[in-house]
C-alpha cells in the first residue's frame, strides 16, 4: 500500500503520551520505509502535536525537497482501506 514511501513519524496524544512507535508499525505493515531523520529523501513526515524539533527540520529542506506532511489518521484510514488515499485532505500544515 505505501511501497515507495519513506516516512518520518512524530505523533504524541494530547496527554503528552508519545505514541510514534504504534504508527511506524503501521506505516512499516503497509509497506513503507521508516527512518529516524527528517531529510531529502523522506517522502511523508506523520505529524501530530509533534515535536518543535521536526517543524524545524522540515523548514531546514528547500522546499522543493520538502515531504508531504499528514495526520496520523492518514495512516489509520490507509491501513483500514487497503490503499494508499489521496494526502490533501490529511495534509498538516506546519507553519
Known sequence: VLEGCTVFVDVW????QDTSSIYADIAKNLGARIVKRIGPQCTHIVYTAGRERTVEQYF???????PKTVGA???RDCKQADARLDEERYLVDLE
Open 60 to 66: 531546514a529542506l528547500s522546499e522543493t525537497k520538502r
Open 13 to 16: 496524544m494530547s496527554d503528552g
Open 73 to 75: 489518521s492518514w495512516l
